[in-house]
């Protein structure tokens, strides 16, 4: 066997290992609009059982691995791109939606059914490198190095397909690389040439027409299909980017305006709605350059600060469609300073829709920034009269509480802190949540207001803030200086005149609040005023979370407690569905994800009729010690990294592409270290060393916000790079060290790795939820040091029998 025959299969591995992470990006993408945010991390889960439970299936049926090595390789890999495109067909019919899990008992099926259908393509993948190490002897450094450089270019090689070819487009592409890792395996056989050429080039005639053939299906729930279900209503376009899908739509339902005064009985000016990933709604307004034509905007309750500053300087963050402009150019601002971190939506504005939307963003007072918002404030020298928070993320996900897994750094307490660094000495820091009785995520912004003004320095907070509702919305004013006697007079006629609740000002009469939207009690005033006056009892006696986030644990829509649920449950009139769209999906995910575990990996294993594994388990254990730190670290540090990259698609791609890439070099480099030597103990110590180091230091991270996105990439690969390639030497030094007592051991090494894996990819999130990435970061470490002691006991075991 000759080392070509061996480059070429690590080609072909490579090329697979492309597709497989390539499948995984895309998916996470593709159900995060087709579904809801949870399924993010569901599908790593999900890619990571598969790898698993291949290396049970191996171990099993040992005798199938021992057939032709190329035979194999290139079946396992023509049936991985085969399944790629088959399962997501059939995915797509199949009914699940976890809106209605709390009346149909059959989503939880469903998530099974979903569990197996889908990681049936990383099955297929995992058994295609698992072969190639089981049977590589010496080079199984190489193959492994092969995996993961070939895992690191598909995290980042995926990205700018997305803008052209769609999600449908991109999963067909997917297909298509692994086709070709296919092909590169059957260059030493005869037999499947044509028929692999045959599935290729049906995948290169579907590509540009996979959209219409096998779209997007959107759950029939969000906002994108409710919009289209209006009389004449119609999609006008839908645009793709790497971490968003814009559709543009002419529909009844869009009446954008927030909270807008029911005072107002004219006409809104006509609207295109852009609706992004299916969900979120914003909309370009007409505007013919006559201000006269933006009344309605000083009907908003946003508009209120424009009466209490004079010609501002403005700064409106996630402007989306350009309401927040408007109202600044009809408060007569003397600079409007505008971020929008989605180049698609600035693009429709400014140029498809130009004229529609009045040339707002080519006004000379206008300066539009394609930035996310926390970059962009922390990157700023200027200062301030107004930074405007209008209603960022859309109303829906606020009601729905949908986002509970969604980590949002603009409503943290270091966010809101910069925020009010940044105002003028009498600017205003405006935010806007949607109403969501009973209070919880839209009362916690008064909980950050107050939390960022003690840290800044404030000893009496309430003077600074102003609290005020619509039928719709709850409004948060925040003040460099205390609101003047002059301010709040102008605060309660404005009030008065839109029929709007003050809830606090400072100096509050109880018989000023709930008077025009009522409740049956004054909810909204009583809990400013205990937040005021008595917090920290009252956060830990309150059915709800509405503490202040942090960056340490950034939540902002995860308001449950874990030590409450029967409770919260019977407040919710006793209904499930809050409680699974809060975040509690995860721990179901958790426990099928153990229960699949244990069908597919574990309970196979007892049927094979061999001890040895018994008499090893020290030795598997550390393949899933090994397993479940290095997930942990991978995935605290996308959460932790989405602060530094902007979003979720990036931080997920570039970590993974640096991860990924660092772990091939060190398993490349591992072939120069003898297994269960010194030097292996000391990579694993340093391994769990450097975690524990993340996990003290990593609140400071943000201090690297105000440098450029390039360098914030590089950032993240000084960071990532050095503790990845660490990592991705303990496994192949485990594989060498165990194939010297019991070769047929290794597939099950795979298995239990890749078990660990599974939990590794949800136990973290849940972790995340209640104690902070630090904390996880902590016990990888820990996971990392412990394997240590299974080295060190397995040199002493061997000196004792010397």
Known sequence: MTMDKWTIRCLGIALVSIASLMLQVTYTRVFSITLWYHFVWMIVSIALLGYAISGTFLMIFHGFSKENIDNLLSLTSALFSVSVLITYIISNRVPFDPITIAWDNMQVIYIFVYYILLGIPFFLSGMTTAIAIERSETRVNTVYFSSFLGSAIGSIFVLPFFKYLGGSGVVVFTSLIGGLGAVVFTLYLKKRVKLLMGWIFLLIILLPYSSTIIPVKV??????????????????????????????????????????????IENLPPQIGIIVDGNEINAITSYDGNLSTLTFTSYLPSYLPYHLVENPKVLVIDAGGGLGVLSALHGNSSQIIVTEENPNIVNLVKDSYSTFSGNIY???????????????????????????????????????????????????????????????????????????????????????????????????????????????????????????????SLIRRFCSEMSFDIVYVAGVDPGEVNKYNRFPDPIYFNIVKEIINNKEEFYRNYLFDISPTTDEKPFFFNFFK??????????????????????????????????????????????????????????????????????????????????????????ISIVFFSLLLSSGIGSYYSGKIKAGTKNHVIILGA????????????????????????LRVCFTLF???????????????????????????????????????????????????NFGFSRVYILAGTAYLLTTLIILNKNKAKSHNI
């Open 219 to 264: 759950s029939p729930y969000k906002s994108l299909n409710i919009a289209l279900r209006y009389q004449n209503a119609e999609l006008i376009e839908t645009q793709w980017n790497s971490f968003s899908r814009i559709d543009v739509v002419e529909s009844g339902y869009i009446r954008y305006a927030p909270g807008l005064s029911l005072s107002y």
């Open 362 to 488: 080519l006004d000379s007072r206008v300066d539009i920034e394609v930035f996310e918002g926390r970059s962009y404030i922390q990157n700023s020298k200027d200062e301030y009269d107004l930074i405007d928070l209008s209603l960022i993320g859309s109303s829906s996900t606020s009601v729905s509480g949908i986002y509970a897994l969604s980590e949002n750094y603009l409503y943290t307490e270091e966010a809101f802190t910069s925020c009010i660094e940044h105002l003028s000495p009498d600017g205003i820091l405006s935010v806007q949540r949607g109403l969501l009785p009973p209070p919880r995520e839209d009362i916690r912004i008064v909980s950050l207001a107050i939390s960022s003004l003690i840290k800044s320095g404030i000893s009496k907070p309430e003077e600074h803030i102003v609290v005020f509702r619509s039928l719709s919305t709850l409004n948060l004013l925040v003040g460099k200086k205390p609101f003047t006697h002059q301010q709040l």
């Open 562 to 651: 874990g030590n409450r649920i029967i409770e919260t449950y019977n407040n919710l009139d006793k209904k499930w569905q809050p409680l699974i769209e809060g975040g509690f999906l995860v721990y179901l995910v958790l426990v099928q994800a153990l229960i699949l575990s244990i069908i597919f990996i574990f309970l196979p294993l007892q049927r094979i009729e061999n001890d040895s594994y018994k008499k090893n388990s020290t030795s598997l254990f550390y393949f899933f010690l090994i397993g479940l730190g290095y997930m942990f670290i991978e995935i605290t540090t996308i959460q932790r990294f989405i602060l530094v990259l902007g979003n979720s698609i990036y931080s």
């Open 687 to 710: 391994i769990g060393g450097i975690s524990i180091i993340f996990g003290l230091f990593s609140p400071q991270i943000h201090q690297v916000l105000g440098l450029s996105f390039p």
């Open 719 to 769: 960071i990532v790079g050095p503790i990845g390639f660490l990592m991705g030497i303990p496994f192949p030094l485990g594989i060498r060290l165990l194939s010297q007592s019991n070769n047929e051991l290794i597939n099950l090494a795979w298995a239990i790795n890749g078990c660990a894996s599974v939990i590794g990819s949800i136990l973290p999130i849940i972790l995340a939820f």
